[in-house]
């Protein structure tokens, strides 16, 4: 793509040269941490040219265009580093193998908000204000309870983040002032703490929330959180209490089982942050408009809602179940090849050769299945996950197992309904916005609002035409025109006989 000169030509210039074939100006844009700034194309003007519209604004200087943001940096982090090419994923350095191995989800809560692994004082502090925090307050009971009995748990979930805020006044830019948080970069101690305060709420109430949603689905009482337990053995008890399943508590203990709570322990560290996925921007989008973090969270859970990002291991699950048994594992493959059906849990928009969290999940599942018992659908996902590794139409187009791969089964394993999964990728998940939003309010430079351009494509300046005025052929066509919607019951009856 580029033109190549002698090596004994140059000298090693952090700098990129641009010849804009427009004007024949030649640029230097300096280029820092491997990036450019974007900004500097708006100093890159023209005249407008014979094939540019007003609307192109070419005098006022270039923009780039990244749909989809495949290679734009909206921010400088010190939370994670992903290498897609090598299947790298570290926590603030940390090798996610090592922190999945030897640490604790709230110890990686703590490294991912704080920067650095915890002391045990620090530890033991962090635990019980978030431990502190996972009972709510007893109105919202009622508004769980304004569901419909069938409302889908992530719908109840992004509400009741949303309603979370509603009770936290003093957490709330637009009501104490816009610098409530953002003043915390200059060393408030009291905009710290109020930080803080809002951090260990999201964290210790997302369990809490969760459980609310899971219990009202099935028609059980609510659980206060526990004393005395670790966050994920809290959050099995708050939500298998008292039910038919309780047979997979540890003997003779009101806790769950220690299998399934240090399982949880481990999915939730995989889990907990992932750099600038969907949702984590989603969450720093709606942030940089300064509203209160209870809903910045909700804007996010809102986007891991969707199945391009939250509902992947739903997703293998209704496909292996489409498979049916191992002898049709050959057929899909081919179906697939013809792009007649679709692989789920293989391959990653990051990860170009191997996602490093799958290794860690999948021995995860043998120790979950050595307590729940063998899954019908393995053999069947042994069996896809086999023959996809061993053919070359998938292997040459790098697509492996990620972790959404084997998330599923252990959750399906452990007794949770499928559209719960993306509840369960939510909790651990909140530590990975809080720590990104945090990161963003405590900028030595100050909280810009994300305001991205545009290519506006559509008509140039047109007067306005009277309705009586107006003649000639309508712009007509499917996705043109409102649609025609059927209604029922009597709105419907009346409208069929006009």
């Known amino acids: 793509m580029g033109k190549q000169f002698p090596a004994s030509k140059l000298e090693r210039d952090e700098s990129l040269r641009v010849v804009d074939n427009r004007t024949g100006k030649e640029y230097t844009v300096p280029i820092t941490h491997n990036s450019i700034p974007a900004n500097f194309f708006k100093g890159i003007r023209a005249a407008a040219g014979p094939n540019d519209r007003p609307e192109d604004e070419t005098e006022r200087g270039l923009r780039v265009a ?3 943001f495949l290679n734009t940096a909206v921010i400088e982090s010190r939370i994670t580093y992903i290498d897609g090419d090598n299947g790298v994923l570290r926590y603030r350095g940390y090798p996610i193998e090592q922190l999945a191995e030897r640490s604790s989800f709230l110890e990686v809560s703590y490294l991912l908000i704080y ?5 045990a004082s620090q530890l033991s502090h962090f635990t019980s204000e978030v431990l502190l925090h996972g009972p709510i307050h007893f109105d919202a009971e009622g508004f769980f309870r304004a569901f419909r009995y069938d409302a889908h748990p992530m719908s109840m979930l992004t509400s009741a983040f949303a309603y979370l805020g509603s009770y936290y006044g003093e957490a709330n830019p637009s009501l104490q002032g816009q610098d409530l948080f953002t003043k915390a970069a200059k060393g408030d101690p009291a905009a710290l703490q109020n930080m803080d305060r809002q951090i260990f709420r999201l964290i210790g109430k997302a369990t809490t929330l969760a459980a609310m949603a899971y219990r ?9 959180p526990p004393t005395g337990m670790s966050y994920t053995e809290s959050f099995l008890y708050q ?9 997979l ?3 003779h203990s009101t806790k769950p089982h220690p299998v399934l709570a240090k399982a949880l322990d481990i999915l939730f560290i995989l889990h907990a942050d992932h750099e600038m996925n969907a949702s984590s921007t989603t969450v720093l989008q709606t942030g940089s408009s300064l509203p209160d973090p209870f809903s910045a969270v909700a804007a996010g859970c809102a986007s891991l809602y969707g199945p391009l990002h939250g509902g992947a291991n739903e997703a293998v699950i209704r496909m292996l179940i489409s498979i049916g048994s191992p002898k049709n594992v050959p057929a899909f493959l081919e179906a697939v090849k013809k792009r007649q059906k679709v692989l789920s849990g293989f391959g990653h928009r990051v990860y170009k050769t191997s996602d490093p969290r799958s290794f860690i999940i999948r021995k995860v599942a043998d120790e979950v ?3 729940t018992g063998r899954d019908p659908l393995l053999d069947t996902a042994m069996a896809l996950h086999d023959a996809a590794l061993k053919d070359d139409y998938f292997v040459s187009r790098k697509l492996a197992p990620n972790v959404d791969f084997w998330s599923g089964l252990i959750y399906r394993a452990m007794g949770f309904p499928m559209d719960f999964f993306p509840v369960l990728f939510v909790v651990p998940r909140v530590v990975g916005w809080v720590a990104h939003w945090r990161q963003m309010m405590l900028s030595p430079s100050g909280v810009k609002i994300w305001r991205p351009r545009q290519l506006y494509l559509g008509p140039s300046a047109r007067d306005y035409v009277p309705l009586e005025e107006r003649t000639g052929t309508f712009q007509v066509g499917v996705g043109m025109e409102p649609s025609v919607i059927e209604h029922s019951g009597l709105a419907g009856k009346v409208r069929s006989k006009l």
């Open 239 to 247: 939500l298998d209490h008292l039910s038919p399943t309780d047979h």
């Open 66 to 68: 990244d749909r989809g």
């Open 369 to 371: 299945f050595a307590v």
């Open 115 to 119: 920067g650095a692994l915890p002391g």
């Open 216 to 224: 009202i689905r099935q028609g059980r009482d609510f659980v206060v």
């Open 249 to 251: 508590s540890e003997l």
